[in-house]
């Protein structure tokens, strides 16, 4: 199977898919970086792992139909029948959620519907909860909304800092993310692709 990254950020789990992928705990080609920060580290990555990048400013574009089109038409080219988001710090509209309908996934640094959107964990210590931790969802219109495939718990230690927390709850995601990916993809193909 085919899978698409799409990233904002440094690229951390994109690096944990490819590591996985590398030794052979997940049993797909990741294909294709889709980033909307050209200058975003995780495009330092997919460089150096010889992995392509589609990337984009969505300034570029007069709406997110149009950017999504275009996106479109760089999954088929590398024959994508998977997306996962690893910190896309972009709604998912329609034009891709038509094409990819239950064929992507969202990885987010929260137990979900607790704390979703922007900067969770900052959230997190601010409600002065005693535990967070990490969600994999199915990616839907809404704003981390999808229905929920796993779970994993990450305390919320005295003294914390968003530092502290966010490396704890990435360890969790690098973790989680391969290994529920590989169930999806193994189920997935079981089942046949439907495109």
Not at 19 to 40: F, H, M, R, T, Y
Not at 67 to 93: N, P, T
Not at 152 to 175: N, S, W
Request: charged share 20%.
């Amino acid at each position: 199977m085919n899978i698409a990254v799409f990233a904002s950020g440094s690229g951390s789990n994109f690096q944990a898919l490819l590591d996985a992928e590398a030794s052979g705990k997940l049993s797909a080609a990741i294909k294709l970086l889709v980033c909307d920060k050209p200058n975003a580290f995780a495009v330092e990555r997919a460089n150096k792992a010889g992995i392509p990048v589609y990337s984009f400013n969505a300034k570029d574009f007069s709406s997110k139909e149009e950017y999504e089109r275009e996106i479109l038409v760089e999954l088929q080219k590398h024959s994508i029948d998977f997306i996962a988001l690893a910190g896309y710090m972009r709604l998912v509209g329609t034009v891709l959620l038509d094409a990819f309908e239950g064929r992507m996934v969202n990885i987010h640094p929260s137990l979900l519907p607790h704390f979703p959107g922007k900067d969770a964990v900052g959230q997190a210590l601010a409600a002065g909860v005693q535990e967070t931790g990490v969600t994999l969802h199915y990616v839907d219109s809404g704003m981390d909304t999808g229905p929920i495939i796993e779970q994993a718990v990450v305390a919320v230690l005295p003294g914390d800092t968003a530092d502290t927390l966010q490396a704890r709850i990435q360890k969790t995601e690098h973790e989680l993310y391969p290994r529920v990916l590989q169930n999806i993809i193994h189920k997935q193909m079981a089942g046949g692709i439907t495109k």
